[in-house]
């Protein structure tokens, strides 16, 4: 089944490939076994018919499917320095920062508001190989926090990005740019993103196999800047969200795509976090880099994503 999405067509060329998606209500099913955090609008859990572990396993198969394309920069990843919390990946060498690169930051949640990222570590290496700090939680035994992420952990990493840049003995002192942050996140990450959008340091989210709950259409509201949403297609229960996440957002520069086969879980476990570490970096690159090479997969003519056959696509706002 093909989704089409009704898209502005004064916003960008590639609109007109896009066609029409359909505005479709969200159906919750009390079956899913997210985490129920108080700062995240996750849906009810429980048994039943609805999301079980193979829905939320599905994945796009490996064979032919495209690898993850790392950056320039070797990669050190490890545990935040003071902040047993938290994971930090960068550029091993940081010499070229600032003077020849910036280095922004991206913050991600992970799947299932799961505190342990070790599952998507290759994907948030890749990100960080184009010149990013990346940041994630990690399971802090000292914090008793059930072993589940929250809203508050990702505002602790921008925190973290912040006291290192500005700390004395720092070997990230003066090299981050705070001026570029990003907030992504899978699934019920992908909430804590939504989130974290209305945080005036955010510069731009990035929602994966996720999306507004019920009609919660004022914390889409309380965003403010560029929106990527994607999703994995009609193997995915929350593509569901995704699409009426996307026409909820009127005023926003706007990505929804729709990852043909790849399921809920798509290419997290593909090494370097396969095709969608590509997105992720490349709309990191675009966003907060201004890299014209890396918005050549959204926008224009010819845009990568808008023109490949594995891919729907729509925009909002997008030039």
Same mark, same amino acid.
């Given at each position: 089944?093909?989704?089409?999405?009704?898209?502005?067509?004064?916003?960008?060329?590639?609109?007109r490939r896009s066609t029409t998606v359909r505005k479709t209500s969200i159906v919750l099913v009390a079956t899913f076994a997210f985490a129920l955090v108080?700062?995240?609008?996750?849906?009810?859990?429980?048994?039943?018919?609805? #999301?079980?572990?193979?829905?939320?396993?599905?994945?796009?198969?490996?064979?032919?499917?495209?690898?993850? @394309?790392?950056?320039?920069?070797?990669?050190?990843?490890?545990?935040?320095?003071?902040?047993?919390?938290?994971?930090?990946?960068?550029?091993?060498?940081?010499?070229?920062?600032?003077?020849?690169?910036?280095?922004?930051? @991206?913050?991600?949640?992970?799947?299932?508001?799961?505190?342990?990222?070790?599952?998507?570590?290759? =994907?948030?290496?890749?990100?960080?190989?184009?010149?990013?700090?990346?940041?994630?939680?990690a399971a802090d035994p000292g914090a008793g926090r059930g072993g589940r992420?929250?809203?508050?952990?990702?505002?602790?990493?921008?925190?973290?990005?912040?006291?290192?840049?500005?700390?004395?003995?720092?070997?990230?002192?003066?090299?981050?740019?705070?001026?570029?942050?990003? /907030?992504?996140?899978?699934?019920?990450?992908?909430?804590?993103?939504?989130?974290?959008?209305?945080?005036?340091?955010?510069?731009?989210?990035? /929602?994966?196999?996720?999306?507004?709950?019920?009609?919660?259409?004022?914390?889409?509201?309380?965003?403010?800047?560029? /929106?990527?949403?994607?999703?994995?297609?009609?193997?995915?229960?929350?593509?569901?969200?995704?699409?009426?996440? #996307?026409?909820?957002?009127?005023?926003?520069?706007? #990505?929804?795509?729709?990852?043909?086969?790849?399921?809920?879980?798509?290419?997290?476990?593909?090494?370097?976090?396969?095709?969608?570490?590509?997105?992720?970096?490349?709309?990191?690159?675009?966003?907060?880099?201004?890299?014209?090479?890396?918005?050549?997969? =959204? /926008?224009?003519?010819?845009?990568?994503?808008?023109?490949?056959?594995?891919?729907?696509?729509?925009?909002?706002?997008?030039?």
């Amino acid at each position: 089944m093909t989704h089409s999405m009704h898209v502005d067509p004064a916003t960008r060329g590639h609109d007109r490939r896009s066609t029409t998606v359909r505005k479709t209500s969200i159906v919750l099913v009390a079956t899913f076994a997210f985490a129920l955090v108080a700062t995240v609008h996750a849906q009810r859990g429980g048994r039943g018919g609805g #999301f079980n572990a193979d829905a939320i396993n599905t994945t796009l198969p490996l064979e032919g499917a495209p690898l993850a @394309v790392p950056g320039p920069y070797e990669v050190k990843g490890g545990p935040a320095a003071g902040a047993p919390g938290l994971v930090a990946y960068h550029p091993a060498d940081l010499s070229a920062f600032p003077a020849r690169d910036t280095m922004p930051v @991206v913050v991600w949640g992970n799947g299932g508001c799961a505190i342990n990222s070790d599952r998507y570590a290759g =994907f948030l290496t890749t990100i960080a190989s184009h010149g990013f700090l990346v940041m994630a939680t990690a399971a802090d035994p000292g914090a008793g926090r059930g072993g589940r992420a929250t809203a508050d952990n990702l505002r602790g990493a921008i925190a973290w990005a912040e006291t290192e840049n500005a700390r004395a003995g720092s070997p990230l002192n003066g090299k981050v740019a705070l001026d570029g942050i990003a /907030v992504m996140g899978q699934s019920c990450g992908g909430f804590m993103s939504l989130e974290l959008g209305a945080d005036p340091r955010v510069d731009t989210i990035g /929602v994966f196999n996720s999306g507004i709950q019920g009609d919660n259409v004022d914390q889409v509201k309380a965003l403010h800047g560029p /929106v990527l949403i994607i999703d994995g297609h009609d193997r995915d229960f929350a593509s569901e969200w995704a699409r009426a996440t #996307f026409a909820a957002i009127d005023s926003l520069p706007t #990505f929804y795509g729709s990852r043909h086969g790849a399921g809920h879980t798509a290419t997290v476990d593909h090494p370097g976090g396969g095709e969608y570490a590509n997105v992720a970096s490349s709309w990191a690159r675009w966003q907060l880099k201004g890299d014209k090479t890396a918005a050549m997969m =959204f /926008v224009g003519e010819d845009c990568e994503l808008c023109t490949n056959e594995n891919w729907d696509t729509g925009s909002k706002r997008l030039q």
